[in-house]
Structure formats: C-alpha cells, structure tokens
C-alpha cells in the first residue's frame, strides 16, 4: 500500500492509545507503517503538521453523517448535539483532546460542519459575527473538559494514578471544600459534561438577548 499523509495520520491514530501523545514519535510511526524514517518526511513535514492530520480526521468521525437541524430541533439541542459528537471523537483515542487543541484541521468535513454551524445559528436570529464568535466557545469548552477528562484516567503517570487516590483536607480550615473532595477528584462524568454545556449554550443565548436588546 503507498504511504500517503492519510495513511500515516491514521497510523499516529492507533499508536496513540498504545503510547499516548508524548510517546508518538516519527520512529515509531515509520516502525509502524514498516519503512525508514526518512520516507514519513516526504509526505509530513513535522510531527505538528501529523497532528493537524490526526486532528483533522477526528474531526472528520465527529462530522460523518452529520445534518442541519430537525423539524422542531432548536438550535441549543443542535449544537449540543454536535459538542457530544465531537466529545464522543476524541475520547476515542488516548489524548485526543490534546492532539485537537490548537490544531490546524482542514478538509472537506470541516468546511461543510462550518457552514451548517453558521447556518443554524443564523436562522435561529444570530448575525454571522455572533455565530462565528459564539461556536469556538463550545469547541473550547468541549476541547477543555475532555482534556482533563483524559488526563484523570491517569494514564500519563508512570505511577499510581494520583486522581484515584483520596485527596486529604482539612475540614475546619476548608469545611465546604471537604464536602465535595470525592467530586473534585472523580473522573469528570458525562452528567458532569452535560451540565457544564447547559451553562455554555445559556450563556450564549444571554449574551445575544442582552446585545440584541
């Protein structure tokens, strides 16, 4: 089979439930696909430009089959629907998250989920520059939790998961705060997700009553 950047980024895709994004290397991605070094350069400059790939076909399963709205869907459930896709994608693979931060995807699922963002909201009363501005806050909010999401689970620690340990506090000094050490140290849950996106998604429709009116 000819190497192609698609090929590879799909390799770095399965490599990283094995050896996590700290221990994607180049090497071992040519170890992989069976050929030297030197021939993953012709067709992936730097290991940055492999994780806007592998960002990019995250992206991709996030947007597969997605469609504009239902009869009677607001556009609330709608975006929600599509922060659960994109949660959903990159819990998929080990670090996930961290390869979609701060990445720089292309392709056509890309445009295509952008101009169905854009379109929901602006029926639903949003101008384009309150649509283009009020969608990255879900993408970073969605982003940011599964973040520390995956982080929790430990598996960057050579050691015992420090998140499953009991955290210790002093309860005369910090009463409120010993009340809920089992939550703060528990793996963020998708009620967790779910109540976080609820206050996103109000938000938004606050801030665009309070600048409309």
């Known amino acids: 089979m000819p190497i192609t950047p698609d090929l590879i980024a799909r390799a770095g895709l399965r490599l990283l439930n094995d050896v996590g994004l700290d221990g994607l290397t180049m090497r071992m991605l040519a170890k992989e696909l069976d050929v030297q070094a030197p021939t993953l350069y012709w067709h992936v400059k730097n290991k940055h430009e492999?994780?806007?790939?592998?960002a990019g076909l995250i992206t991709a399963e996030a947007a597969d089959g997605i469609e504009g709205p239902g009869r009677n869907e607001?556009?609330?459930?709608?975006?929600?629907?599509?922060a659960r896709r994109m949660h959903d994608a990159m819990l998929r693979y080990r670090d996930g998250a961290r390869v979609a931060a701060g990445s720089y995807s292309t392709g056509p699922s890309i445009g295509r989920t952008l101009e169905?963002?854009?379109?929901?909201?602006?029926?639903?009363?949003?101008?384009?520059?309150?649509a283009v501005r009020a969608f990255p806050a879900v993408l970073h909010y969605v982003v940011g939790f599964t973040i520390e999401q995956q982080a929790r689970r430990g598996e960057g620690y050579e050691g015992p998961n420090p998140y499953a340990q009991q955290m210790t506090i002093d309860e005369t000094r910090y009463p409120l705060t010993a009340t809920v050490t089992k939550e703060l140290h528990a793996a963020d849950s998708d009620d967790n997700f779910e109540y976080g996106l609820r206050i996103v998604l109000a938000g938004i429709e606050a801030v665009r009553r309070e600048v409309s009116g």
């Open 116 to 130: 169905l963002v854009l379109r929901t909201l602006t029926d639903a009363g949003f101008s384009t520059t309150e």
């Open 74 to 82: 607001t556009w609330q459930q709608w975006i929600a629907g599509l």
């Open 50 to 54: 492999l994780l806007d790939l592998m």
